[in-house]
């Protein structure tokens, strides 16, 4: 990524997460609303996993600057969701729901720009989730 990608993605984020609870919200209602059979993936409370969410995102912004420092944390948790279920397949869905929930938070503010910031944050993150050695032995 390009050092003005990583400020787009990064000044975004500073501007949603203030409202962590309700992007988390917006977030997994859009999910559910364009792939209702991944709501049995989450069994837990939803505020707690749209907490995780927004932890999640927040380290995965920050450390865009050095990606490296996060490709174990990232290869775990894509070893982890692959226990509960998550498909390779099922990642371009919660792209998309991503993508739409910023647009939606940001409005005029997300840019094309942004939105190709965001998506090559995103595939960086997923492509390292999926590729974890743990989780292709399933």
Do not use: C
């Amino acid at each position: 990524m390009t050092p003005q990608q990583i400020d787009l993605v990064q000044s975004s984020f500073a501007k949603v997460a203030p409202n962590a609870d309700a992007v988390a919200a917006l977030f997994y209602n859009r999910l559910f609303e364009i792939a209702p059979e991944l709501r049995p993936l989450f069994k837990g409370d939803m505020a707690s996993q749209g907490a995780k969410l927004m932890a999640a995102l927040a380290v995965a912004v920050n450390s865009l600057k050095k990606p490296e420092a996060i490709i174990p944390a990232l290869r775990a948790m894509g070893a982890r969701h692959r226990e509960y279920g998550v498909k390779d397949e099922h990642y371009a869905t919660v792209a998309a729901a991503l993508v739409w929930t910023l647009e939606q938070g940001l409005g005029a503010d997300f840019t094309e720009e942004m939105r190709g910031a965001w998506v090559d944050t995103y595939t960086l993150v997923a492509t390292t989730m999926m590729d974890a050695p743990s989780a292709r032995a399933a």
